[in-house]
């Protein structure tokens, strides 16, 4: 039976190639070259190219940044290719209007979503079969313990929930003294705030965050 870091390891790879085969669909469809998308996503050329080779995973900040180069939602980016029996985003749209109930829905079964690990960071996506989303659901780890193993404040437009499921998170930002969250307890905050996830338990950490009010604008301040 393959180990648990194999498996993680597996998950990180198959996530990896399908996120860059779909930025390599989107820009095509678009008729974007490399270069115009690394300056719209103020990324390196090389940094596209690997994503699209399914050879680097980025951080969920840097994603933002690709979503932006590329001209679509994050939700959009990282939407799975599976889509049989959800309405149309025509449909969607007309639901945000008013107008009708399209009953969208997306289901994750245990182990599912778009894996993405970077450095301390993990992530889950979940939901994927429906773009253009309000809320962006994704199941999270962090191995940081400390700010200089997580790396630079992450800031991005919008609001966001964190509630933890187990082990013992720490929140910190850049306009509040740190918090220490338990199991079942939760924080809703400002995205724009520079924020970090620390694991400072016995346990491993792991935590429910939601991310509302992405558009394609979004502010990528680092």
């Not at 996506?125 to 199941?139: E, G, K, T, V, W």
């Amino acid at each position: 039976m393959a180990s648990r870091s194999d498996r993680l390891a597996h998950m990180e790879s198959d996530s990896s190639a399908l996120l860059g085969k779909r930025a390599k669909q989107i820009r095509l469809r678009k008729k974007l070259r490399i270069v115009d998308v690394a300056e719209r996503a103020n990324l390196a050329m090389s940094t596209i190219s690997k994503v699209e080779n399914g050879q680097m995973a980025l951080t969920y900040d840097r994603l933002l940044r690709l979503s932006r180069g590329l001209g679509v939602t994050l939700s959009e980016l990282v939407k799975a290719d599976r889509n049989a029996g959800a309405p149309t985003d025509a449909q969607g749209a007309e639901a945000a209007q008013g107008t009708t109930i399209t009953g969208r829905r997306a289901i994750s079964r245990l182990n599912e979503g778009l894996y993405v690990k970077a450095g301390p960071k993990e992530y889950w996506y979940l939901c994927n079969d429906i773009a253009q989303r309000a809320m962006l659901p994704m199941l999270g780890r962090s191995n940081a313990k400390t700010l200089d193993e997580y790396g630079p404040l992450i800031r991005h437009q919008g609001e966001e929930f964190v509630f933890v499921l187990s082990g013992e998170l720490e929140m910190r930002t850049e306009l509040y003294q740190p918090v220490r969250l338990k199991p079942g307890e939760s924080m809703y905050f400002d995205s724009g705030m520079g924020h970090a996830y620390l694991s400072v338990g016995k346990e491993e950490c792991r935590f429910l965050v939601v991310c509302s009010g992405l558009t394609d604008a979004d502010d990528h301040r680092r």
